[in-house]
């Protein structure tokens, strides 16, 4: 499975974004998803995972209430709706695929895109 995030960019603190993430190979159905982030000088950590057929889905705390994940298994898509963004929301987003569902470690991702920058200003 290839991954590929997109959608960042700079936008102001109380604003929105999309990000889509678009997977290659026909097995992206059978894999749960999720997304990551990273900010500078900090781990990867892990913000939101949706099972395989979108029926469940988990998120970090931080990101509970004001993040949304979904996935459109016909489209090989995954999308990370993200409102009410806060200045400490800033970070590369990654997209992964895991064998599991509800994984929130970085080593159960088996595949990984090449992450989209998001700053959100204040």
């Known amino acids: 499975v290839q991954l590929q995030a997109s959608g960042g960019g700079l936008v102001q603190a109380g604003g929105s974004l999309r990000l889509p993430c678009a997977a290659s190979?026909?097995?992206?159905?059978?894999?749960?998803m999720g997304w990551f982030r990273q900010a500078p000088g900090k781990e990867r950590e892990f913000v939101a995972t949706?099972?395989?057929?979108?029926?469940?889905?988990y998120y970090a705390d931080s990101v509970k209430g004001r993040f949304t994940i979904s996935r459109d298994n016909a489209k090989n898509t995954v999308y990370l709706q993200m409102s009410s963004l806060k200045p400490e929301d800033t970070a590369v987003y990654y997209c992964?695929?895991?064998?599991?569902?509800?994984?929130?470690?970085?080593?159960?991702?088996?595949?990984w895109g090449q992450g989209t920058q998001v700053t959100v200003s204040s």
């Open positions: 992964a695929a895991s064998g599991m569902f509800a994984a929130v470690v970085v080593d159960e991702y088996d595949y």
């Open positions: 949706i099972k395989w057929s979108g029926s469940s889905t």
């Open positions: 190979g026909r097995t992206f159905s059978s894999y749960a």
